[in-house]
């Protein structure tokens, strides 16, 4: 699928001027709002024992490199990625459930990076997060109204419990009678409900929400956005929404992320990152997901990349994504393309961008779409 | 890609017929009716998809043809593959079927192949195991095989283990062991639901590839609407062990009759859609299916007569529905 064009001018589309020395023009890149969360330069590094024989060496995962990106108030940022390219890793490194190996993580302010234990329990409250499978994030010998409410004993919040437990079931859309029944008496859908209950007990300001819907049918999937949407306008929360399912993410975003082996590839609105994508690795990616429209996915020209994710112990020189990239250029593999806007609005890391009309899909519309 | 929609050649016998097929398991409580009743066909060539919900008996209908569910399954109904009856087959007899006439994949191919064997070796015992062939003509068929799912090095990779290989490749690796005999039907249950979207992109054209070059059938057992949407020639929709709808691609996701698929295209995020529309209430127990149409529960159409008998698939324009209103319905929306 390579277009034959390896020498895509530096300059974006309609002589555009591109951002070479370093200047971040960040741009729409910036949150909506007041950054709530602010990440800097987050580095992870997990060692590895690897033996070969009877040699045991001793490496270093990098899941998390150099990753900076804030989330604003009220605002929605999706974090999309394959698997093992660090999104989960990056997401919990945000809440300190794993400690960063360097850079910065503050919270209004705030810097988490360095702070004890003790020092994190009170910002704890503020910093939730629901996880992807309901049915092993739930105790299963635990009934539902202690599972929501272990939270507030552990903070020992004072007032009513029981009342808290009923309002929260109620705000989730269960009824406040099934607070005596265990988990196991749950479809996924309403577990999933349960754990978002569980996460909002603190009245938190942030959730990081790690593929909360993936594991749910399309029918339940989609009364679990519509929540997440509603609870967001009701209680002024900002999530991480980090998903493999791109056109959910495209549906609940304000902003998206795309993540490659730890790094961040392309930063933007919403819309803007689905209509006008200019890194390769999210044409891609956007490419792949199959649109629910038997017309438009036939007609659209797929950009299949070959190969799999490399390993992240051995991460490619240069820019990461370019042993799979369909333009790699040998100043890819010298030369690592940094995080900045090339003329397009919002940063981007790649030595030369390009908007490609014809292979984004186009959105299916129902709106247009006749009745017969 | 768009010539799938129309070239499925409907002619002939089917290569696999199913005709009120069940599956019901017997437990403490009583007898959960994972399928209770289906016809399927599939033509030669033709890539099927079939869709559903878990719970739906999408998987338990394919997994019962096969004789997989195991002794506490009670299947009835008939299942011809190729005009032989699969149901009360014994299972020696069954063996000589499977992988030759249908073979079957799954989602996670981990579990399909011995980690303690080299891939050819793994593939050289399947051709075996239904073909009088040498063990050097087999390698050399498990190489050539190997290639045509699209490994690279396919030499060098037929002696190496599962364990050294990604996700994706691996998937490859069934594949090619799948169609090592030249089925007639393979049956790809979520075949790509584990792994990402860039290498599911892959498998899919290594599945239309293997239809069109050797002409193999395949259904496609999914709940993903965007993977039907991109490979499927015909859909069949399955609600509570029923098919709910089933028709070609075109039509299914252009004018759905069945309000449980209009429900589920509905679900679904679209661009201009504020408000997703989520189906209300769950599934029902399949221990207890209600009375008449299952879905009533959860349908916005619902009326008193939907609960008085089972609906059977009637043709209606040109998909086939189970659905007592699907007629007024859809006269209702043109009007």
Excluded: W
């Amino acid at each position: 699928m390579t277009d034959g064009s390896g020498l895509i001018a530096a300059s974006g589309p309609n002589g555009a001027h591109p951002q070479q020395d370093g200047v971040t023009a960040r741009g729409s890149a910036d949150p909506i709002g007041e950054p709530v969360i602010e990440v800097n330069e987050l580095v992870k590094v997990f060692p590895v024992r690897r033996s070969k024989g009877i040699r045991v060496t001793k490496r270093l995962v990098q899941a998390v490199s150099d990753v900076s990106l804030s989330i604003g108030s009220r605002e929605t940022v999706g974090l999309v990625g394959e698997s093992g390219s660090g999104k989960s890793t990056f997401g919990r490194c945000v809440l300190q459930l794993i400690e960063p190996s360097a850079g910065s993580v503050k919270y209004k302010g705030t810097e988490l990076v360095g702070m004890t234990r003790e020092q994190l329990r009170p910002l704890r409250r503020e910093l939730q997060i629901v996880f992807q499978d309901p049915y092993a994030s739930l105790d299963p010998r635990l009934t539902v109204g202690s599972a929501i409410s272990e939270p507030l004993e552990i903070h020992k919040v004072k007032g009513d419990h029981g009342q808290k437990v009923k309002d929260l079931l109620d705000l989730v859309g269960l009824s406040p009678d099934h607070s005596s029944r265990y988990p196991h008496e749950f479809s996924g859908g309403q577990r999933q409900r349960i754990g978002i209950a569980r996460a909002l007990a603190l009245d938190p300001t942030v959730i990081v929400l790690d593929e909360p819907v993936s594991a749910l049918d399309v029918s339940i999937q989609a009364g679990v956005i519509n929540l997440l949407e509603d609870l967001q306008d009701r209680l002024d929360l900002s999530y991480l929404f980090i998903a493999h399912d791109l056109s959910v993410v495209r549906h609940i975003s304000d902003r998206v992320a795309v993540m490659y082996l730890g790094k961040l590839m392309e930063v933007g609105p919403a819309e803007e990152l689905y209509t006008g994508a200019a890194h390769p690795y999210t044409q891609a990616l956007l490419s792949a997901i199959p649109e629910p429209d038997p017309v438009i996915e036939r007609e659209r020209e797929h950009m299949t990349l070959v190969g799999d994710i490399p390993s992240p112990i051995d991460p490619p020189s240069g820019c990461r994504f370019r042993t799979r990239c369909p333009k790699a250029q040998p100043r890819c593999a010298t030369e690592e393309p940094e995080l900045i806007d090339r003329g397009f609005g919002h940063p981007i890391a790649c030595h030369y961008p390009e908007r490609l009309p014809e292979v984004m899909a186009g959105p299916v519309d129902f709106a247009k779409r006749s009745v017969s | 890609m768009s010539d799938a929609v129309t070239d499925a050649g409907q002619t002939g016998q089917p290569v696999l017929e199913l005709r009120d097929f069940r599956v019901t398991f017997p437990t403490h409580f009583g007898d959960v009716q994972a399928v209770r009743g289906v016809d399927v066909d599939v033509h030669k060539g033709e890539m099927l998809g079939v869709v559903g919900e878990s719970g739906s008996g999408k998987s338990v209908t394919f997994l019962g043809l096969m004789g997989l569910l195991g002794k506490n399954a009670r299947i009835e109904g008939s299942a011809k593959a190729g005009g032989i009856e699969l149901v009360g087959m014994p299972p020696k007899l069954l063996n000589r079927v499977r992988g030759k006439q249908v073979a079957m994949i799954f989602q996670d191919p981990l579990s399909a192949l011995n980690p303690v064997h080299r891939v050819g070796d793994q593939i050289v015992e399947m051709i075996q195991s239904h073909q009088d062939m040498s063990t050097k003509v087999a390698f050399e068929r498990s190489v050539e095989l190997l290639d045509r799912v699209g490994i690279p090095q396919p030499r060098d990779r037929a002696s190496q283990y599962p364990h050294e290989f990604s996700g994706g490749m691996r998937q490859r690796v069934v594949i090619a062991m799948a169609i090592a005999n030249d089925p007639d039907v393979l049956i790809a249950d979520e075949p790509t639901t584990a792994l990402d979207v860039t290498v599911q992109a892959q498998i899919l054209d290594v599945l239309q590839r293997i239809r069109k070059e050797m002409g193999t059938a395949v259904v496609l057992i999914t709940h993903d609407l965007g993977v039907i949407a991109r490979v499927a020639d015909r859909v069949q929709v399955m609600y509570a062990g029923r098919s709910a709808e089933k028709g070609d691609i075109g039509p299914i996701f252009d004018h759905p009759s069945h309000p449980y698929t209009r429900g589920l295209l509905a679900s679904l995020p679209a661009l201009g859609r504020e408000r997703l529309t989520p189906i209300p209430g769950a599934p029902p127990n399949m221990l207890m299916p209600p009375s008449g149409c299952a879905f009533r529960a959860r349908c916005p159409h619902a009326i008193d007569e939907c609960a008085l008998g089972l609906p059977d698939l009637e043709p209606f324009g040109d998909l086939e529905t189970a659905c007592i209103r699907a007629g007024e319905l859809s006269l209702a929306r043109s009007a």
